[in-house]
């Protein structure tokens, strides 16, 4: 994600070497993505490789015009991300970068000191993997087990900065930019207490992130194992949830069949009726603790500036957080009820 984040050095005035010399050299985008998935992408995404990287540059003015000081890394392959998300739409894509920096700037519990080395605990616990092998739509498998979370020992959020991470870490591929990923999750265990946790007002920061604040491509949610209990934590989902992505949640109940039907056992671990052996989360721990000084130099070129003032911003405050609260107490006798 390195890059030239200040948009006043973008464009320097025709001869003047002087100014061209300050310009650090941007990493020239190679194109990684197979035949194959060059057509996926035409197909699904409206990506024409020949216009890949007049794209690019339309966006990169956009921000340089509308956001001068968003503070955002306007590399290619960074830019690329935002704009297959939403379709080489300019103004979504546009709009999606600015959430994504505003999600970071209005959730300090989660966006300060975000880096693998400190959710070590996280992934020890196995509460958030990533399985092996893709699906046959060659779509990494997010596994989250929310059983393996003991509250006593740490806040929710720090699950939250875990699988956050963890999409950082999977987007940096352009197969899952433009295949997208699936979600596996377990919910085997979760008791009342633990669903306490998950109220309305973290809900709604969550579903804005994955759904108007991060640019990957979620293309469905699998849920396993769920108790009674998930009722109520679906009622507190599904008002944030737009339509889409709401049609993309599939309830397996402790039918492994039904799983199969959406993930392949060849894939799955024993765990879920697959043959692909133990769940091992040891390889992915050491792929994303691996990456540490990557993250340190990424994050770094995402700071948004304190006199900037993005409009559309996805949580206003404290009237957002009032209202929260008193969904949460709305909710609550929901939660008590399906237990």
């Given at each position: ?7 006043t050095?973008?464009s320097?005035?025709?001869?003047s ?6 310009l650090p050299?941007?990493?020239k ?28 540059q ?15 890394c ?6 690329l ?12 894509a ?5 959430n994504?920096?505003?999600c970071?700037?209005t959730?300090p519990?989660?966006f ?31 596994c ?6 003991t509250?006593?020992?740490y ?20 197969e ?8 596996l ?9 633990k ?10 920061k ?13 293309k ?9 209990i ?7 989902i ?12 599939f ?5 492994l ?5 959406n993930?392949?056992?060849v894939?799955?671990?024993e ?11 040891s ?11 990557d ?7 995402l700071?948004?500036q ?28 929901q ?5």
């Amino acid at each position: 994600m390195s890059g030239d984040s200040d948009c006043t050095r973008t464009s320097p005035s025709a001869g003047s070497p002087s100014d061209s010399e300050l310009l650090p050299d941007r990493p020239k985008y190679v194109c990684s993505l197979s035949p194959d998935l060059v057509t996926k992408a035409r197909e699904e995404l409206q990506e024409k490789p020949e216009w890949r990287l007049r794209d690019v540059q339309a966006l990169r003015d956009m921000v340089c015009k509308d956001y001068p000081s968003l503070g955002t890394c306007l590399d290619d392959a960074f830019l690329l991300r935002f704009l297959r998300a939403r379709k080489f739409d300019y103004d979504r894509a546009l709009q999606l970068l600015v959430n994504y920096h505003t999600c970071r700037r209005t959730w300090p519990e989660v966006f300060s000191n975000l880096k693998p080395s400190a959710i070590k605990p996280v992934l020890e616990s196995g509460f958030v993997t990533v399985l092996p092998h893709r699906d046959p739509q060659g779509r990494h498998v997010v596994c989250i087990r929310p059983d393996r979370w003991t509250p006593s020992n740490y806040p929710i959020t720090e699950n939250i900065r875990a699988i956050y991470l963890t999409l950082e870490k999977l987007i940096q591929s352009e197969e899952t930019q433009v295949n997208g990923i699936v979600i596996l999750a377990d919910y085997k265990g979760v008791s009342l207490s633990k669903a306490s946790h998950f109220g309305p007002f973290v809900a709604k920061k969550v579903i804005g992130i994955l759904q108007d604040g991060f640019p990957i491509r979620i293309k469905a949610v699998n849920i396993i194992n769920e108790p009674r209990i998930f009722k109520g934590i679906f009622a507190i989902i599904k008002p944030f949830l737009k339509e889409k992505i709401a049609n993309r949640f599939f309830l397996h109940g402790c039918d492994l069949n039904s799983l199969h039907q959406n993930i392949p056992p060849v894939i799955l671990p024993e765990e879920y009726g697959g043959t692909a052996g133990k769940l091992d989360i040891s390889a992915w721990n050491e792929l994303l603790l691996a990456s540490e000084e990557d993250f340190l130099h990424d994050f770094s070129e995402l700071v948004l500036q304190c006199d900037s003032s993005p409009h559309d911003l996805l949580v206003s405050g404290d009237a957002d957080e009032k209202q929260c609260d008193d969904s949460l107490r709305g909710m609550k006798p929901q939660l008590y009820y399906c237990y």
